[in-house]
């Protein structure tokens, strides 16, 4: 299998190789017939015609980074695609992302270029033109040394809140993250891969476009969230890439096709009664763990275990003292977070990423994922909650300090502990009052990380010593 050193160097390869051969096939919503197969040669055309443009207009004007909207169409993927080519940093956010979200992100990272492409119902983003231009080099994105060069692309670590860090990948470092996965699941040139995860999240990117690109494996686009549903019956896909709770939605309806035979499970928890579910369907399923910050997958279940996941071959994975999982993944890893010197620091020490994980190797090497160090949850769909800043900012908004957030089926509810006058009122006035005050918080954070239900407890939240929230003994009083 070719180790790929960039997305030039991928579309240059199968563009020679098999010009005419199918790269992605696109649908249409209304109809079942108005599939269009894009190939290879058109692709790489496509997309080397885009990074002229780009190149030029950089040029013109010093523009060095460029958000792009993704929609998941084949033009964004052109666009991505050609922003690295061009060498023209892109940062991805998801076009779905609130307006007011979108212009604090596109101040923070500099931008001053934003791809939208032809969709009408993107909101317009405030302060656009009041932004500027960065026109540094690659290197001034981060003091942290790296051994990688390609082209910057940057991912949001989760959600697109300031609760999310901007990391900076290259795509260099996406490619080999594609090699390394398929070193250990190989997919054929007759597969169809389903791509539904959104392009934002390097899980979806890389496993939804750079895995099955790397093999010459086609690529069929999904249609968007209205579509979601009846996309494997549109394609006929044999391989798709999902998170924990689109597995367990599509198994309860019944919504895979008959000729799926692997799905790559990813960015969260399984429960195992899915897993076991799909294979009985005839389904392989394997379960993939890897981070934003080393370009997606480390490791990846390949035996009858999903649970445990063997080593890719670029990286190194040791168990500290404590139990925390510490990656080592010099082809993959992030270049920091961006201008973020002293964020980095404290996660790249040594060489080695502190996932903030926790977990264990087993007798043949393999990995084991028990937990979460860091105070942080994270959800079936693969959303992530800073818990503690999160709580933080809920605090201040409800003027009250003894405040915890738990996540229970799935869901995200808020253990709320009344103070002063608060305990004279009703209890229904009171929720009321609460979710009132929150209110401005839930508009700017995604729709998955919003609060669905306010409990009340008559016990101050409990801590430890130095003032941790005791988690488990919070559920068992307030929940269990």
């Not at 996965?181 to 995860?197: A, N, Q, T, V």
């Not at 939605?249 to 799926?260: A, P, Q, R």
Request: charged share 25%.
């Amino acid at each position: 299998m070719r180790k790929f050193t960039g997305f030039r160097d991928v579309i240059e390869f199968w563009g020679e190789r098999d010009p005419e051969g199918t790269a992605f096939i696109t649908g249409s919503a209304g109809s079942a017939d108005k599939k269009v197969e894009i190939s290879h040669g058109k692709f790489r055309r496509d997309v080397i015609r885009r990074s002229r443009e780009l190149r030029a207009a950089r040029l013109s004007d010093g523009v060095k980074n460029e958000v792009i909207l993704c929609d998941g169409t084949y033009e964004c993927l052109c666009e991505i695609f050609g922003a690295a080519v061009s060498g023209t940093c892109s940062v991805l956010l998801n076009y779905r992302t609130p307006g007011e979200i979108t212009g604090e992100i596109l101040a923070n990272v500099d931008a001053y270029r934003l791809w939208k492409g032809s969709r009408e119902d993107i909101p317009d983003i405030p302060g656009l033109t009041d932004t500027e231009p960065f026109s540094g080099t690659v290197d001034e994105y981060t003091s942290v040394p790296s051994e990688n060069s390609g082209t910057p692309v940057v991912f949001f670590t989760s959600g697109t809140t300031s609760m999310g860090k901007a990391v900076v990948l290259t795509d260099e470092t996406l490619m080999s993250s594609a090699w390394n996965g398929g070193e250990m699941l190989p997919l054929k040139r007759e597969d169809l891969l389903l791509s539904i995860l959104p392009l934002d999240h390097v899980f979806g990117f890389v496993c939804g476009v750079l895995w099955p690109l790397t093999f010459g494996c086609p690529v069929a686009l999904g249609r968007g969230p209205l579509n979601i549903f009846r996309d494997f019956e549109y394609y006929r896909p044999t391989v798709v890439s999902l998170v924990p709770s689109m597995l367990s939605f599509f198994l309860e309806h019944h919504g895979f096709n008959s000729e799926l035979r692997l799905a790559l499970i990813g960015a969260g928890t399984c429960k195992e009664k899915y897993i076991r579910q799909a294979e009985e369907a005839g389904i392989r399923i394997s379960f993939g763990y890897g981070l934003t910050e080393t370009s997606s997958g480390v490791a990846i279940s390949t035996g009858g275990d999903p649970f445990a996941m063997d080593i890719c071959p670029d990286d190194t994975i040791k168990i500290a003292d404590d139990g925390e999982i510490l990656i080592k993944a010099p082809s993959c890893m992030m270049k920091g977070y961006y201008k973020e010197p002293e964020e980095t620091d404290k996660v790249l020490k040594d060489g080695f990423l502190h996932s903030g994980d926790m977990g264990y190797l087993d007798e043949d090497g393999r990995l084991h994922i028990s937990g979460r160090k860091k105070e942080m949850l994270v959800l079936e769909d693969g959303t992530k909650v800073f818990l503690p800043e999160y709580e933080e900012r809920l605090a201040g908004a409800l003027g009250n300090s003894d405040v915890a957030v738990v996540a229970v089926d799935d869901r995200l509810m808020l253990v709320y502990h009344p103070e002063g006058t608060e305990t004279e009122k009703e209890t229904e006035v009171l929720i009321g009052e609460i979710m009132e005050r929150m209110d401005p918080v839930m508009k700017v954070v995604p729709r998955g990380q919003r609060i669905s239900r306010v409990i009340l407890t008559d016990r101050a939240i409990p801590r430890t010593a130095t003032g941790k929230i005791r988690r488990e003994k919070l559920l068992e009083e307030v929940v269990l």
